[in-house]
């Protein structure tokens, strides 16, 4: 008797544990699917809004290639300026406009300063906004130009580390200026302004190019993109871990890497390469309509 009364106890336990899992199962199941629900709301909302915002395919060629001639210009001058600064090293404009920089040393200016700067000193910082920038364009179907965003940041990377070798220029020197973060590496170009400008100033060329209108989203996407990439560079000379000659250079070098990447962009784009569904349809549609003009 005694060893059936245990089964039986065991067996009451059991169901009991059971029952109490199908609970909190059928308790928990409401909360995910609303969950979801919201969730599935926000992006389809997040997609109409940007889909409303759109410009014609025909008015985005045509600031992609203003841009695009303004970025050949500036691809020029950083080939000049680059080979400048590797048979001059040290330039005398350079140390005095870095003096200017450090004249005022209030606290808040170097605070501002180290903090601009402080998303390049973060590698895992850097790249998760840019992890981030590549879902959300994914998510709103802007396929073309989350892969680009990915793509451009890369390269930018590898052109900077590949670059610095060639000039192989010494970075600012305490003797000469104030150092207050030192860095290591070569000088020429500056990585933090290729990098920002690598994915701040990729976001405002898309602001520009994709979007129209006064929204607020894309109000404080254009603002927040320009006031990185307007003040990298200042910071960069500022805490002296760079020459102004090493930013300026950055800033022509990868705004002539948007531009190869931008003219990419809108060969790609013409062809409506990872373009949604239902804009591809419209490509087809505007492909054969060319294609019975030409018969």
């Given at each position: 008797?005694?060893?059936?009364?245990?089964?039986?106890?065991?067996?009451?336990?059991?169901?009991?544990?059971?029952?109490?899992?199908?609970?909190?199962?059928?308790?928990?199941?409401?909360?995910?699917?609303?969950?979801?629900?919201?969730?599935?709301?926000?992006?389809?909302?997040?997609?109409?809004?940007?889909?409303?915002?759109?410009?014609?395919?025909?008015?985005?060629?045509?600031?992609?290639?203003?841009?695009?001639?303004?970025?050949?210009?500036?691809?020029v001058l950083s080939a000049l300026l680059a080979t400048f600064v590797h048979f001059?090293?040290?330039?005398?404009?350079?140390?005095?406009?870095?003096?200017?920089?450090?004249?005022?040393?209030?606290?808040?200016?170097?605070?501002?300063?180290?903090?601009?700067?402080?998303?390049?000193?973060?590698?895992?910082?850097?790249?998760?906004?840019?992890?981030?920038?590549?879902?959300?364009?994914?998510?709103?179907?802007?396929?073309?130009?989350?892969?680009?965003?990915?793509?451009?940041?890369?390269?930018?990377?590898?052109?900077?580390?590949?670059?610095?070798?060639?000039?192989?220029?010494?970075?600012?020197?305490?003797?000469?200026?104030?150092?207050?973060?030192?860095?290591?590496?070569?000088?020429?170009?500056?990585?933090?302004?290729?990098?920002?400008?690598?994915?701040?100033?990729?976001?405002?060329?898309?602001?520009?190019?994709?979007?129209?209108?006064?929204?607020?989203?894309?109000?404080?996407?254009?603002?927040?993109?320009?006031?990185?990439?307007?003040?990298?560079?200042?910071?960069?000379?500022?805490?002296?871990?760079?020459?102004?000659?090493?930013?300026?250079?950055?800033?022509?070098?990868?705004?002539?890497?948007?531009?190869?990447?931008?003219?990419?962009?809108?060969?790609?784009?013409?062809?409506?390469?990872?373009?949604?569904?239902?804009?591809?349809?419209?490509?087809?549609?505007?492909?054969?309509?060319?294609?019975?003009?030409?018969?």
């Amino acid at each position: 008797m005694p060893d059936i009364s245990r089964d039986t106890e065991r067996q009451e336990s059991r169901i009991r544990e059971k029952s109490a899992q199908d609970t909190r199962d059928d308790n928990k199941a409401p909360v995910e699917n609303s969950i979801e629900e919201e969730t599935q709301e926000v992006v389809q909302e997040a997609k109409k809004e940007v889909a409303a915002a759109r410009l014609p395919w025909y008015r985005r060629i045509k600031r992609g290639y203003i841009l695009l001639g303004i970025y050949a210009l500036l691809f020029v001058l950083s080939a000049l300026l680059a080979t400048f600064v590797h048979f001059h090293p040290v330039l005398g404009i350079d140390v005095t406009i870095t003096h200017e920089f450090q004249e005022n040393q209030a606290p808040w200016l170097s605070w501002l300063m180290t903090a601009i700067s402080y998303i390049g000193d973060q590698n895992w910082l850097s790249i998760g906004l840019v992890v981030l920038a590549v879902v959300i364009f994914w998510i709103v179907d802007l396929r073309l130009e989350a892969v680009i965003i990915a793509v451009v940041y890369a390269l930018s990377g590898l052109l900077n580390a590949l670059i610095k070798i060639i000039v192989n220029r010494p970075r600012p020197n305490a003797s000469v200026v104030e150092v207050f973060r030192a860095a290591t590496g070569q000088s020429f170009p500056s990585g933090h302004v290729m990098s920002y400008v690598a994915f701040w100033g990729l976001l405002f060329t898309f602001g520009v190019i994709l979007f129209d209108g006064w929204r607020w989203w894309r109000i404080a996407l254009l603002v927040i993109s320009a006031f990185f990439v307007v003040m990298v560079g200042p910071s960069r000379i500022y805490l002296g871990a760079h020459w102004a000659s090493d930013v300026l250079g950055a800033y022509l070098i990868e705004t002539a890497l948007i531009g190869i990447a931008l003219f990419i962009y809108l060969q790609l784009d013409e062809r409506g390469v990872l373009a949604s569904r239902k804009e591809h349809t419209w490509f087809s549609a505007r492909k054969i309509a060319r294609g019975k003009r030409h018969v």
